[in-house]
C-alpha cells in the first residue's frame, strides 16, 4: 500500500481497504496477476494476493452453487420437456384408439356384403401397428422420467459422500 493513504503499519482502516479493494479489483476483474496489480498499484504484492485470494474462492464458491442450481433448473425443463411429449404421445395414442375404434364400427355396421353374406373382419393393421409403437414409447418415456426423477443432483451426491467419508473416519 502506498504511504499517501495509509495509517501506519498494521491492518489498513475499513475506508483503506475499500480503497484497496477498488483499486486491485479491476485488475483481477481483467484477469490479470496480482504482482501486476501490485506494481501498477503501489500496493504490496502480498496484500493484492490476499485479495485475489479472497475474490478467487468467492467465485469458487459461487460457481460451485451455480452448478447445483443449473442442474437442479436443467432437471425441471427437462422434465416439462418430457412432460410435453408425453401429453403428445397420449393424444397420439387417443387419435390411434378412436380410429381403430371407428374401423370396429364401421365394420359392425357394414358386416354383410349386398348379397347378405357375411364380411370377415380385417383388422387395420396399420393402426394396430401405430398403436403398438405408441405404447412402446411411452413405456420408455415413463422410465426415462422416473431415472430422472430418482437420480440424485450434484448436492445429493456430495451430502452423500460425506456422510460415507463421516462414517468411514468413525471406523477407523
Known sequence: MDSSNSRGPGRPSRNEQLDLENRLRPFFDSMLSAKLAAEKTGISIKTAEKYFKIWADQLRENHSENIVERQKNSKVKLLNALDHI???????????????????KNYSQNKYTKDGKPKPYLPDLVLEQ??????????????????????????EQTEKEMIKRFQEKAVN
Not at 408425453?86 to 370396429?104: G, S
Not at 413405456?139 to 422420467?145: G, P, R, S
Open 130 to 155: 401405430k398403436l403398438s409403437e405408441v405404447i412402446k414409447m411411452q413405456q420408455q418415456l415413463y422410465d426415462t422420467i422416473a431415472n430422472i426423477e430418482a437420480s440424485p443432483t450434484i448436492d
Open 86 to 104: 408425453n401429453f403428445n404421445l397420449l393424444a397420439q395414442h387417443n387419435r390411434i384408439t378412436r380410429a381403430i375404434l371407428d374401423h370396429e
